[in-house]
Each structure stands twice: as C-alpha cells, then as structure tokens.
C-alpha cells in the first residue's frame, strides 16, 4: 500500500483520524476540513466562506471512507469529499509538513565547487527551462551568475524583467557602482569592504540585490559571496549562547545623508517561527554603537566578532572575478557579499538594482507548474 492508500480510520469527537498505507497516522480536524472543504473554495482557490461561519462544535451526521472520504456535515447538511492524496499533501504532523517545506542548499567554499550557478543571459531570454533553472539557483543556493549581459548602461533592467520588479529606493531604480570624490558610501571607493548585506537600515529590506559589470580593468577588486545561513548554522553549533544573543538581542543600523536619514532596529540574525534562521542583517559600516545591558555587552561582542571572523573564513567565503557583461543576482537576507580592495588604474564600473524574492519565487512556481503541465 503507498502513502495515499488509507488503511484504516476512526471518527473521534472533533477530529478524523486516519493511518495510510506507508504506517503514518494523520490526524484532521473536524473544524479543519469544513474550512478547507472544496466547496469552500472558488475555482480561484480563495476561501468563499469566513471562519465566524463555521459552528465551533462543528461535527460530521455520517463519514464514509472509500476512493472519496465523503463527509455530511450535522448543522446544515452539506457534503463534501476529498480526495485522499489531497490529505496526505496537507497533513499537518510536524514531521509531514518538515517533509514538504523546502529547504535551502546550504553552501561553504569546497561544497558550491560544481553547483548549477552560471548562465548566460541570451539563452535565458530564449528558454524557458533555462530561466527555470537560474531562478532555481537563486532559490537553493540563494545567488547566480550571469554572462553575456549587455554592457550598455540599463541593461540590468532586461534581466529584473525576466521575472519581476525594480524595488526602488533613494538611491534611484539604478545605481552606480565606481570611485566618486566625497562618496557618501564606501562602495564609492577603492576600499576592500567585508562580507554585508545591504540596506539594514531598511524595512522591509530588499531581498534581492543584482550587480552588473559594465567595466573592469582594475588589479584587484575581485567578489566575495558567503553563505549567511551556512555561517549561522556553524555558529549556532559551536557557540548557542553566542548565537542567542545575535538572534535575541537587537542593534540599530542607520544610514545618512543629505537627502535621506534611514533608521531602523533589527536583531543580527532573524529567525522564522520555528526558530530557523530565515535573515541576516551584517553591516559594520552601518551598525550604530551597541545598547546592551552592561552585564551583557563584552558577551555581545564576543559573539559578534565571533560570528563575523567565521564570516571572513577563507573555508566559507567565495572569491572571484567578473567582468564586462557578467552580473550577480542573490538573495540579500542570506548571501553577503563583498570585494578585495583596488587601486586607482583602470576603471571599474558597476551598475546596481534591488528587486523583491517573491516576484521572482512567483515567477518560478509558475514556470514549474508549466513543466509540470507539458
């Protein structure tokens, strides 16, 4: 019997139980199947009906298991089924919906060596599979490179059109990345600049971050991505206490400048409500001077040169060099990026934009849906 079969159930008082073919026992609530019931649901997929319409003792009149699980409901009549495999997918036992969420590829230096993560724009633009699979990578391993892109300024819109929206900010729809006099940024310099994600100061960050190299002849000035969730992970390994406090203890970032005064408090990891780590915001040069309980504070720092010396580990942190026409896109909740410093000679010219991970997690399930249609 496979993991649809329904081997046996049981009407209990408030809930349905039943075992499956493979030995797992799902337990529904009554409450839970009239309100996800199909016909509660518009061809949409919206929900016609509100919870406050739904009696709180809600119980079935009669229950019949067959290749349907039909059930007449007592307080007005109505019948619905629903298809076994439909359950099975929307179990919701701890470990069934472990099973079904999709975790990310967790990455160090030796084990990204080989990952599906270059592309070349033409053909993306061309193929759909091939849009598929980058957006894949952005996802899984949350950053991909991309060559062939057209080195004439603006052209970093062509691929943000590929599947979403320019996230604008004060520093425009595009920004440009290269040596300037009295830079407000240290981007705007030739110095070396650690592994950060941007924008910390911001809520909601943007997501997503693309860099497109319209020129570069310099010595120097390679590219440096980490894995933020990889490091996280180490650390809340090596060092729980250490990561409770970058996790539960919040600093403030703040940009400034003549034009704009950005602030806003945020804990150096973020986690989800099942505690997984789910954001990292690391920036030194934006982070405001720390206000931790005294009886906290060498503590505090401990852990956060800790946690960015495991950051800097040449064993977690990528380094190469793009030129004309490649461009970087990753997710600036988990990727931190960077680059080795360069001195004046030659030219290095990038252009900058942000977008948002849900335009472009949107535009892969349909894509995926589509190949799974063909």
């Known amino acids: 019997m496979n993991s649809t079969t329904i081997r046996n159930w049981s009407l209990k008082p408030r809930s349905i ?31 016609l009906g509100d919870i406050s319409q739904i009696p709180a003792g809600i119980a079935p009149t009669s229950l019949d298991v067959g290749e349907k699980v039909r059930i007449e409901w007592s ?4 019948v619905d089924e629903f298809d076994p495999t439909w359950l099975r997918a929307h179990a919701y036992e701890p470990e069934e919906v472990r099973k079904r969420s999709r975790r990310p ?15 070349e724009f033409p053909e993306l633009q061309d193929s759909q599979a091939a849009l598929r699979g980058m957006l894949q990578s952005v996802r899984d391993y949350g950053f991909a490179i991309l060559h062939q892109v ?11 059109d590929l599947f979403g929206y320019v996230r604008e900010t004060n520093y425009g729809r595009l920004f440009d990345v290269r040596v300037t006099p009295n830079p407000s940024n240290l981007a705007f310099t030739g110095l070396t600049l650690g592994g950060h994600t941007d924008n910390p100061y911001r809520h909601p960050v943007p997501t997503l971050q693309l860099l497109h190299f319209l020129k570069n002849s310099v010595e120097g000035g390679d590219s440096t991505l980490v894995d933020g969730f990889h490091v996280a992970g180490l650390f809340r390994q090596a060092w729980p206490e250490g990561f409770e406090l970058l996790a539960g203890m919040p600093v403030t970032f703040r940009f400034a400048s ?25 920036n030194n040069r934006s982070v405001q001077a720390f206000n931790c309980p005294p009886e906290t504070m060498e503590a505090y720092y401990e852990a956060f040169r800790a946690f960015g010396e495991l950051l800097e580990d040449p064993a977690n942190k990528i380094t190469f060099k793009l030129g004309p026409g490649d461009l970087m896109i990753f997710d ?38 589509q190949g799974e249609e063909a």
């Open 17 to 47: 139980e039943i075992q499956w073919g493979d030995g797992h026992t799902s337990t529904f609530h009554h409450i839970w199947l009239r309100d996800n019931a199909p016909s509660n649901r518009h061809p949409s997929g919206q929900k």
């Open 75 to 78: 307080h007005d009549g109505q």
């Open 105 to 119: 590829i967790l990455w160090d230096t030796a084990s990204i060596d080989g990952a599906p993560l270059d592309f």
């Open 150 to 160: 057209p080195t004439e300024p603006g052209s970093i819109f062509k691929v943000v």
């Open 258 to 282: 003549e034009d704009a005064d950005l602030v806003y408090e945020s804990t150096i990891i973020e986690r989800d409500v099942r505690g997984e780590v789910s954001g990292i915001r690391f």
């Open 332 to 369: 600036n909740q988990r990727i931190l990026h960077g680059r080795i410093g360069y001195q004046a000679g030659g030219e290095r010219h990038l252009q900058g934009c942000y977008a948002d991970m849900d335009s472009l997690l949107s535009k892969l399930a349909v894509l995926e849906r």
